[in-house]
T-cell receptor
């Protein structure tokens, strides 16, 4: 069975400070993991994905995530938040390629 | 070029009506999906088709019927719409490759409002 837990439903940071969005997963096999971002009234956009290659994955817009098997985590980070980063972020896990499980989302607020 | 396109983008309709949402992907992917995003932003898979064959059918009322005329299209038809069907529906496609996925792409969503 696979599942994903986003530990924070809401995160608020000041512009220019680091961002950390936490995600833990459970999976019976080696999963593929993704982070997606959804801006208000927009569709989902892929930020980055892990598919058993390098454990540190770099994505778009300065985001990166580190796959830690021992901790079953795939936290999303960014060194310096920008106002345009304010959005909803989804962590996604998949084992088979035919089923993808979404976390419940983390809403990121960036304070000027 | 739009990779996964859904139409319409917005749909407002009365209870009891029948409506369809269309989805097309030009990525050459083998698998397509429909997700429902509820008011709390949580996305839940509804259906998945692989090469026009239904492979995932989650617990969804049978008023919802997916149709895949070819592997590039997956339409969602909803009969007798209810207030609780109001949500954003996302279409997606994917292609599995050795070592993982070469792409998993969402459409921009269809916001359905039932009044």
């Amino acid at each position: 069975a696979q599942s994903v837990t986003q530990l924070d439903s809401h995160v608020s940071v000041s512009e220019g400070t680091p961002v950390l969005l936490r995600c833990n997963y459970s999976s019976s096999y080696s999963p593929s993991l993704f982070w997606y971002v959804q801006h208000p009234n927009k569709g989902l956009q892929l930020l980055l994905k892990y598919t058993s290659a390098a454990t540190l994955v770099k994505g778009i817009n300065g985001f990166e995530a580190e796959f830690k098997k021992s901790e079953t985590s795939f936290h999303l980070t960014k060194p310096s938040a920008h106002m345009s980063d304010a959005a909803e972020y989804f962590c996604v896990v998949s084992e088979s390629g035919n089923q993808f499980y979404f976390g419940t989302g983390t809403s990121l607020t960036v304070i000027p | 070029d739009t990779a996964v396109s859904q139409t319409p983008k917005y749909l407002v309709t009365q209870m009891g009506n029948d409506k369809s949402i269309k989805c097309e992907q030009n990525l050459g992917h083998d698998t397509m999906y429909w997700y429902k995003q509820d008011s709390k932003k949580f996305l839940k898979i509804m259906f998945s088709y692989n090469n026009k064959e239904l492979i995932i059918n989650e617990t969804v009322p049978n008023r919802f019927s997916p149709k895949s005329p070819d592997k590039a299209h997956l339409n969602l038809h909803i009969n007798s719409l209810e207030l609780g069907d109001s949500a954003v529906y996302f279409c997606a496609s994917s292609q599995e490759a050795a070592g993982g996925f070469i792409g998993y792409t969402f459409g921009s969503g269809t916001r359905l409002t039932v009044v």
